[in-house]
T-cell receptor
Framework: RKEVEQDPGPFNVPEGATVAFNCTYSNSASQSFFWYRQDCRKEPKLLMSVYSSGNEDGRFTAQLNRASQYISLLIRDSKLSDSATYLCAVNKPGAGSYQLTFGKGTKLSVIP | NAGVTQTPKFQVLKTGQSMTLQCAQDMNHEYMSWYRQDPGMGLRLIHYSVGAGITDQGEVPNGYNVSRSTTEDFPLRLLSAAPSQTSVYFC??????????????FGQGTRLTVV
């Protein structure tokens, strides 16, 4: 099992749709989980940190399932501007965010 | 707010040349890291630093050196460039607060081509 795995997509969804991404991780001792957004030819930017209780920010909801070792990102009411690649990141156990392992990313295209 | 600044943004090198990619952060973050991003491979950790004077290897360190003489700066040196080092390089900084790891903040990247 790879350390961090994501469905590469692409996900092509119409405006207003709800879309969900999953990301699995292999090391059960990991403690910190993040979703990043990366636009074409740009740097990754934090979308959400993922907390054990789950967290929501507007149209975005992130959840952590420790038993099954995955994190999820739900985007409701998709906008054209949500088109990007979404990266999940997990810290190496015992390390801070200076040692993140990233998934390969899931590409989302929101179409009019 | 400058955040994490990388220079240069673009660079073309000939095989065998050496160069240094610069990274500076003005947020007083204790941690800094270098990643490379290749198509289909995601971001991979090259080297990281947990404080001035302390560095360690990541997943793909071969062919690269780093140093951290100050909190602000974390340069990445390519010793003898190879075509396999053609990539986009990202520098990142982060810190911990109340035993919780914050997210990593990324610079805008350096696009390096080795011919």
């Amino acid at each position: 099992r790879k350390e961090v795995e994501q469905d590469p997509g692409p996900f092509n969804v119409p405006e207003g749709a709800t879309v969900a991404f999953n990301c699995t991780y292999s090391n059960s001792a990991s403690q910190s989980f993040f979703w990043y957004r990366q636009d074409c030819r740009k740097e990754p930017k934090l979308l959400m940190s993922v907390y054990s209780s789950g967290n929501e920010d507007g149209r975005f909801t992130a959840q952590l399932n420790r038993a099954s070792q995955y994190i999820s990102l739900l985007i409701r009411d998709s906008k054209l501007s949500d088109s990007a690649t979404y990266l999940c990141a997990v810290n190496k156990p015992g390390a801070g965010s200076y040692q993140l392992t990233f998934g390969k990313g899931t590409k989302l295209s929101v179409i009019p | 707010n400058a955040g994490v600044t990388q220079t240069p943004k673009f660079q073309v090198l000939k095989t065998g040349q050496s160069m240094t990619l610069q990274c500076a952060q003005d947020m007083n973050h204790e941690y800094m890291s270098w990643y490379r991003q290749d198509p289909g491979m995601g971001l991979r950790l090259i080297h990281y630093s947990v404080g001035a004077g302390i560095t360690d290897q990541g997943e793909v360190p071969n062919g690269y050196n780093v140093s951290r003489s100050t909190t602000e700066d974390f340069p990445l040196r390519l010793l003898s460039a190879a075509p396999s080092q053609t990539s986009v390089y990202f520098c990142a900084s982060s810190y911990s607060k109340d035993r919780r790891n914050t997210e990593a903040f990324f610079g805008q990247g350096t696009r390096l081509t080795v011919v």
